[in-house]
C-alpha cells in the first residue's frame, strides 16, 4: 500500500522559510517521479514542481521558478520542497504525489498518488 506523508507546513510570517517533507512508503521511491502540488481556497490544484526518478531533473513552475526548490533522497525515501522568501499568496494547502512514469507531467491527474497535504499560512 502506497502512503505519501507530508510534514513541514506551519504559520510563518511573510519572508520566512519553510522546508516540507514527503514520506513515501510501500512503493520502490526509486521508481517513481515525484512533486509538489498546491491548492489555495477556491483555486484549482496547481503545479509547483517535479523531481524525475533519479533526481537528475527537475521542473518547476515558471511562476514559482527562484524561490522554490525540490530535492529528494532516495536513501530515505523522501522528497522535500524549500520555500524561500515566503509570500501571503504561497498560502495554501501543499500535496505530495507521484507517480511511475519517466516525464515529470504538470498536471495533477497524471499522478496516482497523493498525500494528505500540510497546511501552509503565511501572515503579512
Known amino acids: 500500500q502506497v502512503q505519501l506523508v507530508e510534514s513541514g507546513g506551519g504559520l510563518v510570517q511573510a519572508g520566512g522559510s519553510l522546508r516540507l517533507s514527503c514520506a513515501a512508503s510501500?512503493?520502490?521511491?526509486?521508481?517513481?517521479?515525484m512533486a509538489w502540488f498546491r491548492q489555495a481556497p477556491g483555486k484549482e490544484r496547481e503545479f509547483v514542481a517535479g523531481i524525475s526518478r533519479n533526481g537528475g531533473r527537475t521542473n518547476y513552475a515558471d511562476s514559482l521558478k527562484g524561490r522554490f526548490t525540490i530535492s529528494s533522497d532516495n536513501a530515505k525515501n523522501t522528497v522535500y520542497l524549500q520555500i524561500n522568501t515566503l509570500k501571503p499568496e504561497d498560502t495554501a494547502v501543499y500535496y505530495c504525489?507521484?507517480?511511475?512514469?519517466?516525464?515529470?507531467?504538470?498536471?495533477?491527474?497524471?499522478?496516482?498518488?497523493w498525500g494528505q497535504g500540510t497546511q501552509v499560512t503565511v501572515s503579512s
Open positions: 504525489a507521484g507517480d511511475l512514469r519517466i516525464s515529470i507531467p504538470v498536471a495533477p491527474v497524471s499522478y496516482g498518488y
Open positions: 510501500g512503493l520502490t521511491f526509486s521508481r517513481y517521479v
